[in-house]
């Protein structure tokens, strides 16, 4: 941890986006980290981030942060050591190395190097020890700095609810069916009018980061690689019209039977790395079980935790593959923002921030 009580200087890239609002927001009077700079398109370099942003958050934007320029994405204009990066995909690959290279540490949530072999792929809770890879990735590419990933923020509540079922009696299969908020697909996202009154079926891209990412998270690192997670995830995906908040029905085959009551404690007892270490942003308890019938609810739920608690509800036995339950995790929140902020916490704990 930082002892020095010296903030660490924060950059952060996408800072005009939903993702980007999110993180301005949690930065502001972090124990740790003092957001210093920010960076965006060119559509906003140049502008007051005030100006830029299009403020779409409760309360007025945090002042310090209203007054900064917003600078290119370029490593040659950005001076702090850990760059946050809420980029949008189609920019991310190419300038989140080009900050890596020049000595960066980058956690980003985009998707771009999610599934490079040599890059973590990371939920605090779940596998920390994969931050080993960070070595070979440096060595590998010659980086002096490096990229950590946070995965889709679907994949992080289904990820977290998987983890203490997979380490205790081993998860072989996996049908998961999402309900997912608009915020999910960033400002301005979905057009109101192909939204309102309906839910769409099968977001682009979605459905195969929920079949890979998972296998990945609770893989096991093995000679300087992560084996994958002998396990298949079959998912289905729609856009519905609520703000914020994933909601995922789960059935759930796994290598023992696990009745519901003992899986319901597996959740209770889930305690991960940010836990044992007091992390800032680390919640209380990553996972939260709700025995009311129809809970979890995104607009009653996605607070769990101030945001990074996944809440998991109505479990019972499934007739087709053993267990199922419904699980709400906050998609900008645990699925994003506080996600990146709880492991760049973790990065700093362990004296991985150059
Ligand atoms: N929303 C979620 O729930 C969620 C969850 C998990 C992960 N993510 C991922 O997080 C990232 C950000 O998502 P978001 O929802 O915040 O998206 P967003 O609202 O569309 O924001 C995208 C950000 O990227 C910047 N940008 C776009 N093209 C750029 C370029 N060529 N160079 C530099 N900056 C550029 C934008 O700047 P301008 O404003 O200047 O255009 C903006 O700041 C995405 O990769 C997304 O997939 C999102």
């Known amino acids: 941890m930082n002892d020095s009580r010296t903030p660490i200087p924060v950059a ?33 370099a140049g502008k007051l981030y005030g ?25 040659s204009r950005i001076t702090a050591p850990l760059v ?27 998707r771009s190097h999610r599934l490079d072999e040599d890059v973590p792929l990371i939920v605090p809770e779940v596998n920390a020890a994969h931050l080993e890879l960070i070595a070979r ?34 998860v072989r299969k996996v049908v998961a069916t999402t309900l997912q908020a608009a915020s999910g697909a960033g400002y301005p996202g979905v057009p109101a009018l192909d939204l309102i009154d309906n839910v769409i079926p099968g977001i682009p891209g979605e459905e195969d980061k929920l079949h890979v990412e ?24 729609h856009r519905v ?16 039977s696990l009745d519901p009551r003992r ?17 800032p942003s680390a919640p209380a308890a990553p996972l939260v079980v709700t025995e009311a019938p129809a809970r979890p ?31 709400l995790s906050h998609n900008t929140l645990r699925g994003a923002a506080g996600g990146t902020l709880l492991l760049a916490e973790l990065l700093a704990a362990e004296g991985r921030l150059p």
């Open 51 to 75: 100006e830029a942003a299009s403020w779409r958050l409760p309360g007025p934007i945090p002042q310090a942060a209203g007054r900064l320029m917003v600078l290119p994405a370029d490593p």
């Open 84 to 110: 946050l990066s809420a980029l949008d995909a189609s920019a991310a690959r190419e300038i989140e190395a080009a900050f890596a290279a020049a000595g960066h540490a980058v956690v980003s949530n985009a």
């Open 297 to 327: 609810q995104p607009r009653l739920d996605r607070t769990a935790g101030e945001g990074m608690s996944v809440t998991v509800g109505r479990l019972a036995p499934c007739p087709a593959l053993g267990l199922r339950f419904e699980i």
């Open 241 to 256: 019209p609520v703000q914020d908040g994933h909601l995922i029905a789960v059935s759930v085959e796994t290598g023992e």
């Open 214 to 237: 998972p296998r990945k998270i609770l893989g096991r690192l093995a000679g300087g690689v992560v084996e994958p997670a002998d396990l298949v995830v079959s998912a289905h995906t």
């Open 137 to 170: 990735q440096r060595s590998r590419r010659g980086w002096t700095g490096y990229v950590v990933t946070n995965p889709n923020c679907s994949v992080i509540g289904l990820a977290l609810a998987l983890a203490p079922l997979h380490r205790t009696v081993g």
């Open 12 to 44: 952060l890239l996408g800072a005009t986006g939903l993702v980007g609002q999110r993180l301005v927001t949690l930065l502001d009077r972090h124990p740790l980290f003092a957001l210093r700079e920010v960076a965006a398109s060119d559509r906003s």
């Open 263 to 279: 899986a319901a404690e597996l959740f209770r007892e889930f305690r991960g790395v940010p836990q044992r270490l007091g992390l």
